[in-house]
């Protein structure tokens, strides 16, 4: 019986070809947005995730960075640096708003930094200087990628002009660009004297931030604490509802239709061996093989059609990421093994139906004309 | 020919109910992602045109009213008022905030007004009327389920909602709407600081001309005779925002309704291909009855285009459908999924898809022996 199905499944190659095609084209979809879906959320938390900070600190009310306003006195980064089990506080100035380099407007999130800083600059240099000097900001590299900047070139933070001295990698995203300045040149563009918007603090080494960021909390006032995997998280879920959930909502959709899609391409090619499977039932196949030979072709070809999205992705991705550096991409295994699920599902649903008829039906139909 | 065609269409009924569904759903796909655009970037525009100013003032050097920081200095307002042609100038400030309740969170977008610059269309409750008093956009309120006189707290500090606006939301935030006195003493209470002149002020100043004056020649004025701040007309900042908005959204959405064209073209080709390819036997017995293969190779691209002249309503229609159901669950959001511009667009490149994949079988066609009819 195998040897039928395989015999009947490639019995029209070029059929079975543009099917195949056809549900690769429609799984690839899903699996181009699930990327951008993914390389997204990834990215919009960059920052946190790559600052070196055991307990983030900020005012109190507040419980992550995206869009938050955090003023803080600067003096409480004394009080928490004399809290016990705190190893080193860093403090940092931020502000988000939209930035103008190279001819384009950028909503950028703008982090000033102490001189002395360690964590919490760029932790990825593609070109210049790691950490800026007073009237130097470090922008992303897509910004050099975009608009031809270079080092020396001039970006504007509302009125205030700023050299370009180093383009970071790894810090562009739709929703959380970085751009680091120097503290007192953001104290500046914001008017503000003797305040910091978080502090990163790291811990002794064998104490818990969970629990350092509760001794935070009771020993400075009108502060939150949050270990570092909570900010992450708390910041995550805040920027997934700010854009991130609508490239989810075109996910779900161009999903939809790729599932819709591999149904009706599954349900064409058995429903065009109608013929052929009622000749083999008036032979003697039972229902049970009818049913097998199906069901075993439309997996054959949805698992063939992940494959070939999959090929035809990993070419795409890198191609993408060249064309359209603003945009970061990343495929993953959870978004494959998805896709490939719910493809292989789709597609057995859809051969049922033709292939329910063909049990149905009274095999000396095969022979009529 | 028509004839023809239709009984083609009706030959196979489920295979051409399945083919158009198929097309419509590219269609609806693409209208969708494009209407997803469309609407954040009216959206933007609305922010700034809802404001009802004849021009804007925004501090020297800040050129969007959406995501950004514009600090005006306090006597900004006078100086403007002082300009001949200007009637007005109030007051607006724009801070964000995070809205949290019950472990959900929300960055809301606050507008400060005084005189002008409110919420423009209210659903339910007031306008602010009493101390403490916010009016928030319904996106928030049906997200947090919230109504006219519940209590509103941010950072310890409690409003009470006294209307709910519609359409107040841009750049994935919900707006709310609150007076200076409230910010003052919002300020105050929280935890900050000795020094409240770090916080956001003034913002915006809107203002309003005296009957007959030239918009462009005050702003002129205002620029001339007020340094720190730069003027706009509102349909000129609003163009701002929405090409902010182009920058920083367009990139990904473009990306992605380009995906969608792109796979939407090769599968309808795709889609027609096989749907001729699967009638070869029929085209044998068109063929062996003497039908010439100019006739068949016409017949098949009419059949495709009549498809996708039905496709392309429903098409349409399920688009509308998935964008008052995004709508309605999350009306944070503006789908405009019918937008006359992206219809036609989206119309036209359904057509063209469905006529070259139709003309992809002809040669098909062309070599399908008639004898193929007559075979078991």
Redesign the interface.
Known sequence: MWRWTFKSLVA?P??LA??I??AA??M??AI??EA?YAG?AKQVVAYLENADADVWVM??????M????S???DWKAHEVRDVDGVASVESILY????IDAGG????SFIVGLDSSSKGAGPWSMAEGKPMPGPGDAIVPRVFADMTGLQLGDIV?I???KFRISGFSADTFS?GNTVIFVTKPDLEDV??????VSFMLVKANPGVSPDMLARRIESNV???SALPSHAFVA?DR??VM???V???A??TT??G??AI??VA??V??QI??QQRELAVAKALGATNRMLLMSVTAQATAISVISVLVALLLALVLVPL?DAL?P??TLRITGSAIERIAVLGVAVALVASLVPARRIARADPVTAFHS | MIRFVCRQLRFDVVRSVLTTTALAAVVAVILVLEGFYAGLLQQLRSAVLDRQADLIATQAGVANMIATRSILPQFSRDSVEAIDGVAAAHPLTGISIIYEQQGKRTPVFLFIYDTGGGPDRLLAGSAITHPRDIVIDQSLAIKHDLRTGDAFVVSNFEFRISGIAEGAAAFFAPFGFARYDDLIDFYFESDIAADISTFPLLSFLLVELKPGSDPPTVAAAIEAGVPEVDVFLPERLADQDESLGRALIGPIMGLMVIIAYVIGAILTGMIMFATVNARRREFGTLKALGFSNRFLASSVVAEAVAIAVIAIPLGAVLAAVIAEFVERTAPLYVVLATQPGALLRTSLACLAFAAIGALGPVGLIRNVDPVVAFRS
């Open positions: 029209s070029l059929t543009m099917s095609a056809a084209c429609a690839l979809l181009l947005f951008i997204e005012q109190g009310g507040v419980s992550n995206h869009m938050a306003t003023y803080l006195s502000l988000n708003t939209v384009k407007k950028w909503f504007a509302t009125d205030r739709m914001m008017s503000s004297l003797d305040i006032t009108k502060v708390n879920s805040m509802q700010m854009g959930e609508t490239i909502l075109m959709i161009g939809s239709l819709l899609l009706f391409t349900y064409s429903a065009r993408t359209v603003q945009v």
